[in-house]
């Protein structure tokens, strides 16, 4: 069956770094639109990033934009978030999706979903 299995999460202090890490299996990776989203206590889960099948093609939420880069790497069935400049905003549940689509969304409707990594920025 689809695995989508989330990594590096952690603490950090604000201004800090993070590289959050999806591995994917049961799937075939390159046939898949990959998102990261992030939930905090209390709030709905919202988008983050996405990046297409080929890697070509990226998005961002406004509030993370110029401080948080997807990538994926199609030959090892991973995609990764690098997160820089970390805010206590940031501080949340991170989750991987994957959608079968050549487009990428923004919402919440992703075909699969892994478990989740906490993310903790300190002020």
Known sequence: QVQLVESGGGLV???????????????????Y?????????????????????SGG???YADSVKGRFAISRQNAKNTVHLQMNSLKPED???????ARRAITVITTTRYDFWGQGTQVTVSS
Not at 15 to 24: D, K, N, P, Q, V
Not at 38 to 49: H, L, S, T
Not at 91 to 97: D, G, K, M, S, W
């Open 91 to 97: 501080t949340a549940v991170y989750y991987c999706a």
């Open 13 to 31: 202090q604000a201004g800090g770094s993070l590289r959050l890490s999806c591995a994917a299996s049961g799937l075939t990776f390159s046939s």
């Open 33 to 53: 639109a990959m998102g990261w989203f992030r939930q905090a206590p209390g709030k709905e889960r919202e988008f983050v990033a996405a990046i297409d099948w």
């Open 57 to 59: 093609s990226t998005y």
